[in-house]
Structures are given as structure tokens and as C-alpha cells.
T-cell receptor, first 113, second 114 residues
Framework: EPEVTQTPSHQVTQMGQEVILRCVPISNHLYFYWYRQILGQKVEFLVSFYNNEISEKSEIFDDQFSVERPDGSNFTLKIRSTKLEDSAMYFC???????????FGSGTRLTVV | AQSVTQLDSQVPVFEEAPVELRCNYSSSVSVYLFWYVQYPNQGLQLLLKYLSGSTLVESINGFEAEFNKSQTSFHLRKPSVHISDTAEYFCAVRFTGGGNKLTFGTGTQLKVEL
């Protein structure tokens, strides 16, 4: 069964550093998403991406965050200057159509120290 | 306001007993409904979904959920749980007209005991 692949599985970074989280969505999917889950809390939507542009973003997704699809297979989330409160599990997801089926990756646990 | 509520943060149950995990939503628009399962240190796996048609949907591992429009609920049930069902279960909703994003509930930790 096709999978969404995320790397790395765990990343530790110092406060103020830039991090890039990487995702390889399912190859024939057209819609891409990032979600995050702070420890012990619910999964929250960050951003959706379609046709090489952001289609929707939440209030969490401020100027510190950016997304990119640099080639035909990767989808990245960049956090420009990490804060302690950015520590969370970040999930990438993709869907073939807009909103009837989402496949999530296994997540990247980001720890900001 | 649109929201998703999972009232039970933890549900302990003995093996082979039935279980129901509750999910309610608040919306004035139509919805697509999903249940995801998260095993320890793993990602989110789709368990089942309701898009349209029959209000009762089933998964391959014995779970089922029923969409009740009048009660705005999508409760997850299993008639006989197994120890391997121990996991966190998330209800998620896509509200039509609200883009493609999913709104998640706070999750229910199902703990199956011998």
C-alpha cells in the first residue's frame, strides 16, 4: 500500500535555529498538508498546498513557517527560527482529491532545546 | 462554531468486551467524518470514513461507526476488543465549505486489559 514518508523521524534543534522537515507524499496525490501535535494535545492543522501554492493556512502558520515543493516528489516544512513551543510531532499528509481521503506519514518529532 | 468533541479522554475495557468511543461535532454544513488510530510512537492510520451513502461504515478489523445526522455524532464501536486494539483514537471532521483541512477531536485513549 502506498505510504507517505517523512524524514527524519526525530530531530533535536537549538532554539533560534532553522529546521526543514521533509515529506514524500504518495506519487499521484495532488493535495498536501502539514499538521502538528503538541505532546498530550490534539492534532492541529497547519497548512494545505495545491497546485504549487498554499490553499489554506491556520493562525499557527505564521511568518516563521514556510512550505515548498522543490521537485516532483518532496514537500517540505521550514521553520525559520525555532522556539521552545514549536516542539511537537509534525505530520505530513496527502490526498488524491480535495477532501475524501487523507494518508498521513509517521511523523517527525521535533524537539527544540 | 465548528468543532469536534471526544468527551472520553480514556476508556479502559477488558479484553473481549464491547466498546464505544464517542465523537460529536458541531456544524451547520455537511460533513465528511473520519476515525484515525495512533499506536504508540507511530503515525495516524485511517480506520474508517463516512463520505456519503450508508450511514454505517465498517473497518477491516471489526470496528464500525454510524453517522447520526440528527445527533451530530459518529461513534466508534467494536463488539469484542483485543489487547492489540490498545491505542489512541482520533475522530476527525472535514466541514464542507471550510477548505480541505481536517479538524480533530482531542482523542480517546483505549486501554484494553486482560
Amino acid at each position: 500500500e502506498p505510504e507517505v514518508t517523512q524524514t527524519p523521524s526525530h530531530q533535536v534543534t537549538q532554539m533560534g535555529q532553522e529546521v526543514i522537515l521533509r515529506c514524500v507524499p504518495i506519487s499521484n496525490h495532488l493535495y498536501f498538508y502539514w499538521y502538528r501535535q503538541i505532546l498530550g494535545q490534539k492534532v492541529e492543522f497547519l497548512v494545505s498546498f495545491y497546485n504549487n501554492e498554499i490553499s489554506e493556512k491556520s493562525e499557527i502558520f505564521d511568518d516563521q513557517f514556510s512550505v515548498e515543493r522543490p521537485d516532483g516528489s518532496n514537500f517540505t516544512l521550514k521553520i525559520r527560527s525555532t522556539k521552545l513551543e514549536d516542539s511537537a510531532m509534525y505530520f505530513c499528509a496527502s490526498s488524491a482529491r480535495g477532501g475524501d481521503g487523507y494518508t498521513f506519514g509517521s511523523g517527525t518529532r521535533l524537539t527544540v532545546v | 462554531a465548528q468543532s469536534v468533541t471526544q468527551l472520553d479522554s480514556q476508556v479502559p475495557v477488558f479484553e473481549e468486551a464491547p466498546v464505544e468511543l464517542r465523537c460529536n461535532y458541531s456544524s451547520s454544513v455537511s460533513v465528511y467524518l473520519f476515525w484515525y488510530v495512533q499506536y504508540p510512537n507511530q503515525g495516524l492510520q485511517l480506520l474508517l470514513k463516512y463520505l456519503s451513502g450508508s450511514t454505517l461504515v465498517e473497518s477491516i478489523n471489526g470496528f464500525e461507526a454510524e453517522f447520526n445526522k440528527s445527533q451530530t455524532s459518529f461513534h466508534l464501536r467494536k463488539p469484542s476488543v483485543h489487547i492489540s486494539d490498545t491505542a489512541e483514537y482520533f475522530c476527525a471532521v472535514r466541514f464542507t465549505g471550510g477548505g480541505n483541512k481536517l479538524t480533530f477531536g482531542t482523542g480517546t485513549q483505549l486501554k484494553v486489559e486482560l
